[in-house]
């Protein structure tokens, strides 16, 4: 198992919706995050920075062709629209990332 770190900003005028949408999100796509060996996935708000904080266990062999299958989901593709709009990437994050990787730098079972 993997634990799984990112962080991204939210503008602050999308937080309500932002909200919103992870109150109800769509069953097809809680499916295939399952689907793609996601587990315990949980996403924090960070007052007023406007930052959320994803964490989630991954529980597969092969992440990027995990990653890869959840990206080429067509209802995944229709969520990310509706929820991208509400998202600010960080400037530092690196080439190819939307949501920007986080280093564990501790963990305790």
Not at 50 to 55: G, M, R, T
Not at 57 to 79: I, L, N, S
């Amino acid at each position: 198992m993997q634990r799984i770190g990112m962080v991204i900003g939210v503008k602050p005028e999308q937080i309500e919706e932002y909200k919103r949408l992870h109150a109800a999100v769509w069953p097809e796509v809680l499916a295939r995050i399952s689907a793609c060996n996601i587990k315990n996935y949980s996403i924090f708000l960070k007052e007023p920075e406007n930052l959320l904080f994803s964490f989630f266990e991954y529980h597969g062999t092969d992440y990027a062709a995990d990653m890869a299958k959840m990206a080429a989901d067509p209802k995944t593709q229709e969520w990310w629209a509706v929820c991208m709009p509400c998202q600010a990437p960080l400037e530092t994050r690196k080439e190819g990332e939307w949501w920007a990787g986080m280093e564990e730098v501790f963990f305790h079972a």
